[in-house]
T-cell receptor, first 113, second 115 residues
Framework: DGGITQSPKYLFRKEGQNVTLSCEQN?????MYWYRQDPGQGLRLIYY???????QKGDIAEGYSVSREKKESFPLTVTSAQKNPTAFYLC????????????FGPGTRLLVL | AQSVTQLDSQVPVFEEAPVELRCNYS??????LFWYVQYPNQGLQLLLK??????LVKGINGFEAEFNKSQTSFHLRKPSVHISDTAEYFC?????????????FGQGTELSVKP
């Protein structure tokens, strides 16, 4: 089955801790994205990447970091600098065509202990 | 800057009634338009998209949307809803070419179908 997987489904973070959310796709897409979803605020773009070893900040990159060492993988690290990390995190991927239809993973819910 | 406005944050409706979820966007150039559905605690699933051609677009689960360029709208409709349509619906637009295929999302409309 082709698709996007995210793990874990739930993640708990302690104060001052960095945590990493996994995103893997087998759709052979060049572009990958990370979004944060809070109730009533829609989706906000954190980071995106169009090619291996390159990525760009989105609208709310502060307190987050990413890497793109492989085409299939785009992990997101929520650092201790992110003071309000509780949210639902969604990963997406797309082909690099002008329409750019994005396909989404099932999401990871991050909670702070 | 591009923006997408979903005019209703919540839409309650009875089962088998018709529904319209409204979406307006701001753009002076051609864009691509999308509707996604999100069931509780899940990712987003593509319902339909408008790229070009016929302004009436049909999607999955009996939904359709009409692109209206003069009113910069892309409203989603279904003639008869089911309980299983209860979900959050997001309208999205791609900005003009050259901006990395980023999607700009509306705030979402929560559709609640009651028996």
């Amino acid at each position: 089955d082709g698709g996007i997987t995210q793990s874990p489904k739930y993640l708990f973070r302690k104060e001052g801790q960095n945590v990493t959310l996994s995103c893997e796709q087998n759709l052979n897409h060049d572009a990958m994205y990370w979004y944060r979803q809070d109730p009533g605020q829609g989706l906000r773009l954190i980071y995106y990447s169009q090619i291996v070893n390159d990525f760009q900040k989105g609208d709310i990159a502060e307190g987050y970091s990413v890497s793109r060492e492989k085409k299939e993988s785009f992990p997101l690290t929520v650092t201790s600098a992110q003071k309000n990390p509780t949210a639902f995190y969604l990963c997406a991927s797309s082909a690099l065509t002008s329409e750019g239809t994005q396909y989404f993973g099932p999401g990871t819910r991050l909670l702070v202990l | 800057a591009q923006s997408v406005t979903q005019l209703d944050s919540q839409v309650p409706v009875f089962e088998e009634a018709p529904v319209e979820l409204r979406c307006n966007y701001s753009s002076s150039v051609s864009v691509y338009l999308f509707w996604y559905v999100q069931y509780p605690n899940q990712g987003l699933q593509l319902l339909l998209k408008y790229l070009s051609g016929s302004t009436l677009v049909k999607g999955i689960n009996g939904f359709e949307a009409e692109f209206n360029k003069s009113q910069t709208s892309f409203h989603l409709r279904k003639p008869s809803v089911h309980i299983s349509d209860t979900a959050e619906y997001f309208c999205a637009v791609t900005p003009p070419e050259g901006q990395g295929g980023k999607l700009i999302f509306g705030q979402g409309t929560e559709l609640s179908v009651k028996p």
